[in-house]
């Protein structure tokens, strides 16, 4: 009766080392992807840019006949976009930011004043006063800062870091500019012979669509912040750039950005204006929210991938909570992917069974 107990432990000894084993494996791993999760991410946002930029090389190709010269002219362009911007928004957006937050508590008070804030804060027994005289305390007192920004130090190592990143992202770019064919090619091989022409296929609309959707809505976004700075500067709000910045960064995020932008402008707006002008403010960008989002966007998102509105929101959620505003951005591009790959491979094959 000994030895078949003596299997038994010897068994389970045997099975808890392998797990125990499989367990600082997985945290290996985990920790590894831990430690390269910025690089991860800089593929990533090159990835994406590069399918963005793929319709415009695509178009020059045709022209110029050869990948190179239009891979040459779009690269020019985009450094010459960038330099624009550079040399004329940049300043002012410093400058503004800068005063925006000085004037962050004295915003905050204000807004603490209006009358329907004041109203809303009675029935809630002063809450949200105590809440806005807290931070506007907290963003006054100088000490406070350095724990605020993370000290002088880790400012400028934060600094340095996004321009490290901005750099890599650029040259990822470049790189995969230059050889998405050849990269295709390679994924394309490892599939069986006989597949290989119906994943080429799936392959080419996935990046397609992609490509599509990331353009398209960096020129929704771009056209919503040009008309929010106009209706600002005709409207005389302070921070109009910072606001309109603001704007296109959230104007990334379908559905939810546009409505989180106009919500911010509104209330930096009536915080800062007459009700007359907030009152102004709000009905253009409201008006031009609805615009954009039933005319606009389906005219320039028609060809892309069309995502869910639930699908979207979840997506946002998910990839904001993992990598804030970026991670926002970059998963809603991965969820289309995901979303085209179901449509076109496993609901096919479900049809079939």
């Known amino acids: 009766m000994s030895a078949p107990t003596n299997i038994r432990i010897s068994h389970a000894y045997q099975i808890g080392l392998l797990g125990g084993l499989g367990v ?9 992807i831990v ?3 910025s690089i991860i991410t800089s593929i990533f946002i090159a990835f994406f840019i590069t ?3 793929e319709p415009l090389i695509q178009l020059l190709e045709k022209r110029v006949k050869r990948r190179g010269y239009a891979i040459s002219i779009v690269a020019f362009g985009l450094l010459g976009v960038i330099a624009l911007v550079v040399t004329l928004i940049l300043p002012p957006l410093i400058s503004q930011t800068s005063y925006f937050i000085e004037n962050l508590p004295t915003l905050l008070r204000e807004f603490s004043q209006l009358p329907w804030i004041q109203a809303v804060d009675s029935r809630f027994g002063g809450t949200i006063s105590t809440a806005l005289n807290t931070s506007g305390e907290y963003l006054i007192d100088s000490k406070n800062w350095p724990n605020l920004l993370g000290g002088v130090v880790q400012v400028g190592i934060t600094l340095f870091n996004g321009a490290v990143a901005t750099l890599t992202v ?3 770019t470049l790189y995969f500019m230059s050889s998405l064919h050849g990269i295709k090619a390679v994924g394309i091989n490892m599939v069986p012979k006989s597949s290989r022409k119906r994943v080429e296929g799936i392959v080419d609309q996935v990046f397609g669509s992609v ?3 990331v353009m398209g809505q960096v020129t929704v976004a771009s056209i919503n912040a040009s008309i929010v700075f106009i209706v600002l500067l005709v409207a005389g709000v302070k921070f109009a750039v910072v606001l309109a910045f603001i704007n296109f ?3 990334l995020i379908p ?3 546009s409505l989180s932008g106009a919500a911010i402008i509104i209330l930096v707006t009536a915080a800062t204006m007459p009700p007359q002008t907030t009152l102004g403010v709000a009905i253009a960008v409201l008006v031009y929210t609805q615009i954009e989002a039933f005319i606009v966007s389906p005219r320039i998102m028609n060809r892309a991938v069309n995502v869910p509105a639930a699908l979207i929101v979840v997506s946002a959620l998910a990839g904001g909570s993992l990598l804030g505003l ?3 951005l970059l998963a809603i591009p991965v969820a289309a992917t995901l979303l085209l790959i179901v449509r076109e491979v496993w609901v096919p094959h479900q049809n079939k069974r």
Do not use: K
């Open 249 to 251: 960064l959230l104007v």
């Open 51 to 53: 399918l963005g930029l």
């Open 211 to 213: 490509g599509r959707y």
């Open 24 to 32: 600082l494996t997985a945290l290996a791993v985990g920790n590894a």
């Open 35 to 37: 430690s390269i999760a």
């Open 170 to 172: 650029g040259i990822l």
């Open 255 to 257: 559905m939810i950005g």
């Open 326 to 328: 970026l991670g926002s």
